[in-house]
């Protein structure tokens, strides 16, 4: 799904380069996506993050699984080839984001490691340099997301009513190495969020404002 199919395309590049847009601008980009089952609490911390850097001056933008559902890729199912195509979207979004210099957070499940990895490594290959891919997994155990239930989705999921439901009939694949875990069953948003936070200025991606 993702092949190159246009023709008599090339390449142009710009009369600006990334350092000096980001020197100009006074700002730095990258990627924050945070993974994990839903209702583990992925949305509910990136929004709280979004505010947090926005009240710091810190240009970002959240973009959530339901949400571009609604545009972008609204012509994808929840088959594991749109479910693939929806994150390499994404991902190639974020990383326009972050090359502008705009401090992307994305919330989706994306429960496969190699769709989640191809994102990382699209971030690798940018160029002139690499963009920084900060994967936050929301560890959350499955019985906690079930009481939560925040949509109602477990239930339609159990009860047969949604087929290859993350976490009942389709797997979640935890990601081995990720840059931080947030286990949202032990700590609160505010004590979630604050970790976000001192990730990213220990990466000197932001100042971090007490």
């Not at 350092?19 to 089952?37: N, P």
């Not at 509910?44 to 710091?56: F, G, K, M, P």
């Not at 769709?115 to 699209?122: F, G, H, P």
């Not at 900060?134 to 109602?152: F, M, N, S």
Request: with cysteine; net charge neutral.
């Amino acid at each position: 799904m993702s092949e190159i199919k246009s023709t008599n395309i090339h390449w142009h590049e710009g009369d600006i380069g990334r350092d000096e847009r980001w020197k100009a601008l006074g700002c730095r980009g990258c990627t924050v996506w945070f993974t994990g089952l839903s209702g583990s609490g992925k949305s509910t911390i990136a929004s709280a993050v979004e505010q947090a850097l926005v009240n710091q001056k810190v240009n970002c933008y959240r973009l959530d699984g339901d949400n571009v559902r609604f545009g972008l890729n609204k012509n994808l199912g929840f088959s594991a080839d749109d479910r693939a195509e929806n994150i390499r979207r994404i991902g190639e979004v974020a990383k326009l984001f972050a090359d502008a210099g705009v401090l992307a957070l994305t919330s989706f499940i994306s429960p496969y490691r190699k769709d989640r990895d191809l994102v990382r490594q699209i971030h690798g290959e940018a160029k002139p340099s690499a963009i920084d891919f900060i994967e936050v997994y929301v560890d959350t155990p499955l019985e906690v997301c079930e009481q939560r239930d925040p949509k109602g989705l477990y239930k339609k999921a159990r009860a047969g009513q949604i087929k290859g439901f993350t976490g009942i009939d389709d797997p979640y694949e935890a990601p081995d190495k990720p840059e931080l875990v947030l286990k949202t069953d032990q700590l609160s948003v505010e004590q979630s969020v604050r970790q976000v936070l001192e990730m990213l200025a220990g990466r000197k991606l932001i100042e971090l404002k007490k």
